[in-house]
């Protein structure tokens, strides 16, 4: 009982000896000021008066208050939303922008618009046009900064692509052979794009969240671009549609997924910030990178001329056969399936490693179908092939980005160019093999064992590089 009121003090204990216990003693001292139920008694004075300091209990900004309310989290703070905005950002950019024209091209043929020569080319030009992209991606920042100009905000890049996708994928039902090199040509440029603001965009927020590997999802995305366009053409064959209708159904589809994401793509101010210049994080780092430029270039001449030509190889090799079809959506399934499951693998395991394997697994898919020319080959080998096929690009960014984690657009943009560069001459080899061959059989034969081949030349720069740069 206090001597000034009489009441009873808060921390009031009468079987304690405050006499001999100095924390007691103050404790009656405080509850004789009538500050026993103040939260601010124990706190610095100073703290107290300054209604501003996050450490005043009062101040609205502080977030131990419990008047003030937690603020909801972001789109953008949700690893999952994130990456599952990446997977449906590179279906659209990749999967239709890109490899829409693979289950078209014998719709097209079927028209009378194209033959195999035409075709060709028609697929190099967008390819051409995805290499520009990726090389303006690379010098861009650079060319900027010279500029003093403000960079972009990697989420205005990638909507400005995804649209421009939409528009150049419809425009192919036109009439106009003569606009169609152009339109595919602008289409391989927003694909870029696209590619790598995507990925700096994503993986730049998986970062920052603490889960990196779940960047893998994000590139489930040609996958499931491949396979859901794969199916609809099927359809599209089965109720004789023409090929001008199948371009402004897919431009429709990228115009649905396009809306779904286009509020997920804000807020570039959490990103890391870009670097003066492209400085490597390891003393070794340009040598490494350079081999691994390289090898990713192998990569993308591996792998084109089965993704430009399965329907029409295995429409040659199984006349006649109702599943004809269904081999390049099953690629793109296994394209899906292998991203997610490159984002399972821990973190410790070294990428370099990985993509051994993942070049001899695409090696062996490529020459599957020869190997084994029925449905059952045909079948495993778009597994085989679709499976690394973007394991390979999530791996090869990691390795990348560790080499320079703060110029991850430049990085991404030069590895994407090597890429868009065996792209390139992956077709007009394919079609220089055809003419020189006796027939078409023979002639996608030799095609297919120099692209396996170049596929395991890449496989043994990455064991080079295992042995010869130690991780860091």
Not at 90 to 97: K, R, T
Not at 142 to 163: D, E, F, G, N, Q
Request: hydrophobic content about 50%.
């Amino acid at each position: 009982m206090s001597a000034a009121d009489g009441t009873l003090g808060c921390d009031y204990n009468p079987c304690v000896n405050t006499a001999s216990n100095p924390d007691h003693k103050h404790r009656d001292e405080r509850n004789e000021r009538g500050d026993c139920n103040d939260r601010t008694a124990d706190q610095d004075p100073e703290d107290i008066k300054d209604p501003t300091n996050p450490k005043n209990p009062k101040n609205p900004k502080n977030p131990k208050d419990p008047r003030v309310p937690m603020s909801p989290l972001r789109l953008q703070d949700k690893p999952l939303v994130v990456a599952l905005s990446g997977t449906l950002s590179l279906a659209i950019a990749m999967g239709i922008g890109r490899f829409a024209f693979t289950p078209l091209m014998p719709m097209m043929l079927h028209d009378g618009l194209l033959d195999i020569t035409a075709a060709s080319w028609l697929a190099s030009v967008n390819y051409l046009g995805y290499l520009i992209g990726a090389l303006l991606c690379t010098f861009q920042p650079v060319l900027w900064r010279r500029l003093s100009l403000t960079p972009l905000r990697p989420s205005a890049m990638l909507k400005i692509a995804l649209v421009a996708t939409c528009l150049l994928t419809a425009a192919m039902a036109f009439d106009e052979p003569r606009a169609w090199p152009w339109l595919r040509f602008l289409a391989g440029v927003a694909s870029s794009v696209a590619f790598v603001f995507t990925s700096a965009w994503c993986l730049g927020h998986l970062a920052r969240l603490k889960v990196p590997q779940a960047g893998g999802i994000v590139y489930a995305g040609p996958g499931v671009g491949i396979a859901v366009s794969g199916l609809l053409a099927s359809a599209m064959v089965q109720l004789n549609w023409a090929s001008a209708s199948g371009w402004l159904a897919f431009g429709g589809l990228a115009v649905l997924l396009t809306l779904l994401v286009w509020r997920v793509f804000t807020h570039d101010d959490a990103l890391p910030a870009p670097a003066a210049a492209a400085t490597s994080a390891h003393g070794s780092g340009h040598a490494e990178a350079a081999a691994l430029t390289v090898a990713y270039g192998l990569a993308g001449f591996g792998y084109i001329i089965t993704a430009t030509f399965l329907p029409v190889i295995a429409r040659a090799a199984l006349p006649g056969s109702v599943w004809l079809d269904l081999f390049w959506p099953i690629l793109g399934v296994g394209v899906a399936a292998g991203a997610v499951l490159a984002s399972r693998i821990p973190a410790h395991v070294d990428p370099r490693l990985l993509l051994v394997g993942c070049y001899l697994m695409q090696a062996a898919g490529v020459m599957m179908g020869e190997w084994l020319p029925t449905l059952a080959g045909f079948a495993l080998g778009s597994v085989l092939v679709g499976l690394p096929f973007t394991a390979i690009t999530f791996f090869v960014l990691q390795v990348g980005r560790r080499l320079y984690p703060q110029s991850a657009a430049t990085i991404i943009g030069l590895l994407s160019a090597s890429f868009a560069l065996g792209q390139i001459v992956g077709p007009p080899v394919a079609a220089a093999l055809l003419a020189r061959a006796p027939n078409h059989a023979t002639g996608f034969t030799w095609s297919l064992q120099v692209a396996s081949l170049t596929l395991v030349v890449g496989a043994a720069i990455y064991a080079w590089m295992v042995k010869a740069f130690r991780r860091a």
